[in-house]
């Protein structure tokens, strides 16, 4: 053999290749995943984003733990073992990569969150709606999901306090009211406030669009319709120079209304009723609720 045919296997040549073919052949098991994993929704988050690595920048760019987690996803894919991770370790709770949060693989929600901790509580508390409907035996979907949220912020059920709080600023002059609710079922909710407005501001002498209502059931809602009277009163008085009606003297006797009708002292946070509301579908007993679903790949 001519000696000019043998090849140099330590050229810088023959190095290229080597990495050339097996840069090529990642690709190609990345491909192979992508097709065993509905196009990657079924890898969790940070396993679709290495294989993204991998294919843009190569093996050569992985540490050693990320290459023996890429040899891991290789593998488990290809055997059928991959399990994908529920969403924030919530049981029967997954998200695709386009935010589709699903409850048994059925979509029930969508997540944009730019932080970790705002979805992880979020999704914690959809897993509590969810396993509260299924106690209940009502259907796990979108609408069904939303309805519970209402009912649960509502604290139906629950026998808690609830109270409108309504005001006007303008022309007409500063008012608030304050009025002890009293329907129980979130659905039934809106008639009664709605019926309750024209009573309330009879003699106010005010459009009925220029009134303002909030329903305070929290301590997050009581400091909420304050901070809107606040608004309410700021807006006015940069809007109408010559209007008279909201004074610093005004709005505290406004802000005295609310307080000295609500306790917020007694108030429950938010967290509190929705935790008591949906506490059923954890308290369901294990024999009653549908089997374990497995996610696999």
Same mark, same amino acid.
């Given at each position: ?5 043998? @090849? ?6 023959? %190095? ?10 990642? !690709? ?20 679709? $984003? ?13 540490? &050693? ?6 040899? =891991?996803? !290789?593998?488990? !894919?290809?055997?059928?073992? #991959? ?6 370790? !919530? ?8 935010? #589709? ?9 969508? #997540? ?21 409907? &299924? ?12 309805? %519970? #949220?209402?009912? $649960? ?9 609830? /109270? ?9 002059? %500063? ?15 809106? $008639?009664?406030?709605?019926? %309750?407005? @024209?009573?309330?501001?009879? =003699? /106010?002498?005010?459009? @009925? ?25 700021? /807006? $006015?008085?940069?809007?109408?120079? /010559? ?38 579908? *954890?308290?369901?007993?294990?024999? *009653? ?9």
């Amino acid at each position: 053999m001519d000696v000019n045919t043998i @090849p140099v296997r330590n050229s810088p040549a023959a %190095a290229a290749a080597e990495a050339a073919r097996a840069r090529q052949a990642d !690709v190609d098991r990345a491909i192979r995943i992508l097709e065993n994993t509905h196009d990657g929704d079924d890898l969790a988050r940070r396993d679709l $984003a290495l294989l993204q690595h991998v294919v843009n920048h190569g093996r050569a760019a992985l540490t &050693e733990l990320g290459l023996k987690r890429w040899e =891991d996803v !290789v593998n488990a !894919v290809a055997d059928g073992s #991959y399990v994908k991770p529920w969403l924030h370790g !919530v049981e029967n709770l997954s998200k695709d990569h386009d935010g #589709y949060v699903k409850w048994r693989g059925r979509v029930v929600e969508h #997540y944009s969150f730019r932080d970790d901790e705002g979805e992880r509580a979020a999704a914690q508390q959809l897993g509590e709606c969810c396993r509260f409907l &299924e106690a209940k035996g009502r259907p796990v979907r979108s609408m069904e999901v939303m309805k %519970a #949220y209402d009912e $649960a912020n509502h604290g139906q059920g629950l026998g808690l306090g609830r /109270w409108l709080v309504v005001w006007h600023t303008g022309t007409q002059g %500063a008012r608030t009211a304050v009025m002890r609710l009293r329907e129980e079922n979130a659905n039934d909710s809106s $008639a009664e406030i709605y019926g %309750a407005l @024209p009573v309330l501001t009879a =003699d /106010w002498g005010a459009e @009925p669009d220029a009134i303002r209502h909030f329903k305070v059931i929290t301590r997050e809602d009581f400091e909420s319709a304050k901070q809107q009277l606040e608004q309410s009163c700021s /807006w $006015a008085r940069h809007a109408v120079s /010559w209007l008279q009606y909201c004074t610093r003297s005004n709005l505290n006797s406004m802000l005295d209304t609310v307080t000295d009708a609500i306790r917020e002292a007694e108030l429950p946070s938010r967290a509190e009723i929705m935790r008591r509301y949906f506490a059923e579908g *954890d308290n369901a007993r294990e024999g *009653d609720r549908p089997g374990r679903m497995q996610q696999r790949a």
